[in-house]
Each structure stands twice: as C-alpha cells, then as structure tokens.
C-alpha cells in the first residue's frame, strides 16, 4: 500500500487573502489575533471536525487531526480521521495519509513523527515532508512504540517501546543521523512496571518521563548519563518539559505544577490544568473547569485569555507569541457556520 504524503498547496495571495479574512473582526492595533487553521488551501470549512493540534516554535506551521474530506484537493482515499500540517505562512496543506495521531514536528517544520500502524503491531514513524521518505522509528517491526516526541533539528525522537508480555515498557531515543536506538528510562526490575509520557528537550539531551508503577516522574541526562527525580511526592504524569529543558509541567491528583530544574522552584496550580510550556518555559497554557485557555507567565503570574476549548502540548510557540487550540464556538471568527470542532491559531499580536 502507498504511503505517500499528499500535499495541496496554494498561492501566496491566497493565503495573505485567508489571513485577513480570518482576522476577528474589528481586532485593535496590536490586539491579539485569532485565525482559523482547520481549512482547505482555498479557505473552505472542513466538513468534520478537526483537533489535538501542535506547533513549531515560530508558530508557522501546525499539525492536527481531522475528519474533514475537503482539506485537500484529492480528499480522503476512505473514511476516517487524518493527520494534516499546514503551513500558515504560504497555505499550503500536506495530508499525512497513513497517521494515526497528530505529528510532532521539528522546529522548521520538515520533519514529523507519529504513530501508525507496523506489521503487526502499532509502531512509530518519521517523514519527511521535504521528499516524502518515510521510516519506521520505533526498533524491531514485530515490536510495539508509541508516544512520539522529536527534538527541534528533528535528529531525536524520544518513544514508548513496549516487548509485552516479556519486557516492560520503556523510554527509548532514536538517532535519525546515525540510525541507532537508546534507551533512556531507567529500567525496574517490575515486569509490571511500565515508563510513558516521553518529553524531550530541543537539543535531544533531556528527556522526561513517568513510572506508571510508582508515579515517579524522571528527567534522564543522556550526556551526563544521570536520572533526576522532578515530581513532589505524589503520583504524578508529565505534560511536557519545555524545548530549553528548564521547565517541566506535571499533573498529580491536586491540580498541575511546574518545577524549574535548575533551581527547584516548584509551582502549584490546583483548580486548573497546565496544559503545554512555551519553548523558553517561561508561558505556560492553563484551562479551567469552564474549559477557558489562558497563557500566563512562570515568573509575575500575568494572564492572557486565550480562548475556550481544548489543547495539548507542544501548543505554545515560542515566548507565547501564539498558541492553537480547537472549539466549538462559532463566534472565534466570522463565517464560522460548519458546526463542529476546528482547529485556531491565536497570536499576542
């Protein structure tokens, strides 16, 4: 079967023509904007609904997941949901035909991982969008991997490698430059204990991930070769460690907290959930029980409403400067009458 990525582009006086339409109307100098990102080339609405968007640091392209049949010109080649990356820079959407979840995308936006299926079982891959090559990432194809997170030159990708029943999961890094595998959690001698929520740093160094038998939360070194303990005692999962690996975002059963590695300081935010960490760690994206986004700085604690809907990580890009995230709401932007979720991109300015 052909795993080829699809892409439809369009010109670039479409794409400034999108922009501008998109624009919330009667936005102030230097107000934040909101765009719509969940469209084909053209500015069409999907026809389904889109979600679980994530973004390079500069905010230029975003990947998400979507039911939509139009978002291209060649459709869809049977129903489903598929993996799309658009390029809000000059319009241009690229399908990703064979994803079974959103890609993370290096920091220029040409290199995008994801899960799909293997022989057998489930396993990760790497494309590359320049020239459409795709690999499987994830070890042996007899074997399980999931979870995918890549660093910003798009050389590591931190996974879930799983031998069940015979090996418990673990944390592994793929090298695409040398095409060798690492493996970075430090194992327990618990079959029953398994390792998830990998998170890596920009620089592929550092990588984050929990112990699903304890609730243990570790950071691995990989040049260094040490394992540092960041959670607070309670049962805890990663929600991600921020690009310059100072800053690593945790959930436990009171609420969400974040520690700055270097110094130790710990954050609590009970009644909200962190949701992503900005590249520089220093904004993180908060949601409250009414489903309301806010980006609010680490230090100074200023908040920024954002909008309301749902998020992930990898949502922020860099210094906060945008953040996109899927709703319902059909008041965002104007001409908004489809009916389902889509995906947006709000930018501080």
């Given at each position: 079967m052909s795993r080829a990525v699809?892409?439809?582009?369009?010109?670039?006086?479409?794409?400034?023509?999108?922009?501008?339409?998109?624009?919330?109307?009667?936005?102030?100098p230097h107000a934040p904007r909101v765009h719509r990102v969940s469209t084909a080339a053209d500015g069409t609405?999907?026809?389904?609904?889109?979600?679980?968007?994530?973004?390079?640091?500069?905010?230029?392209?975003?990947?998400?997941?979507?039911?939509a049949t139009n978002l291209v010109p060649e459709g869809i080649t049977h129903p489903g949901t598929y993996a799309y990356?658009?390029?809000?820079?000059?319009?241009?959407?690229?399908?990703?035909?064979?994803?079974?979840?959103?890609?993370?995308?290096?920091?220029?936006?040409?290199?995008?991982?994801?899960?799909?299926?293997?022989?057998?079982?489930?396993?990760?891959f790497l494309t590359d969008l320049t020239t459409g090559t795709r690999i499987r990432v994830g070890g042996d194809a007899q074997d399980s991997a999931g979870s995918?997170?890549?660093?910003?030159?798009?050389r590591y990708i931190?996974?879930?490698?799983?031998?069940?029943?015979?090996?418990?999961?673990?944390?592994?890094v793929y090298d695409r430059e040398t095409g060798t595998h690492e493996t970075v959690s430090a194992g327990p001698a618990d079959s029953a204990r398994d390792m998830g929520n990998a998170s890596v740093s920009g620089d592929g160094r550092q990588v984050a991930y929990q112990d699903n038998g304890t609730g243990d939360?570790?950071?691995?070194?990989?040049?260094?070769?040490?394992?540092?303990?960041?959670?607070?005692?309670?049962?805890?999962?990663?929600?991600?460690?921020?690009?310059?690996?100072?800053?690593l975002a945790m959930d436990s059963a009171d609420g969400s907290y974040v520690r700055e590695l270097r110094t130790g300081r710990v954050q609590h935010f009970p009644g909200v959930r962190v949701l992503a960490v900005s590249p520089d760690g220093q904004r993180l994206l908060l949601r409250d029980g009414q489903s309301?986004?806010?980006?609010?700085?680490?230090?100074?604690?200023?908040?920024?409403?954002?909008?309301?809907?749902?998020?992930?990580?990898?949502s922020v890009s860099a210094h906060g400067r945008s953040?996109?995230?899927?709703?319902?709401?059909?008041d965002v932007v104007p001409g908004d009458t489809n009916g389902v979720y889509d995906v947006f991109q709000w930018r501080s300015r």
């Open positions: 699809r892409v439809s582009s369009v010109s670039l006086s479409a794409a400034l023509l999108l922009t501008l339409t998109a624009t919330t109307a009667g936005a102030e609405q999907a026809d389904g609904a889109s979600t679980a968007a994530t973004t390079t640091p500069n905010g230029r392209f975003v990947a998400f997941r979507s039911s990356i658009r390029d809000l820079r000059t319009g241009e959407v690229t399908k990703i035909e064979a994803a079974l979840s959103t890609p993370r995308l290096s920091a220029d936006g040409r290199w995008a991982t994801y899960t799909d299926w293997g022989i057998r079982k489930i396993n990760v995918p997170d890549i660093s910003a030159n798009g931190a996974y879930t490698w799983s031998g069940h029943p015979q090996f418990p999961t673990r944390i592994d939360v570790w950071v691995a070194d990989r040049t260094t070769g040490t394992q540092t303990e960041a959670d607070d005692g309670t049962p805890s999962t990663v929600v991600q460690l921020s690009a310059d690996g100072r800053v309301n986004l806010t980006l609010r700085t680490l230090r100074g604690g200023h908040e920024t409403p954002v909008g309301r809907g749902s998020a992930g990580e990898r953040v996109v995230y899927a709703t319902e709401d059909a």
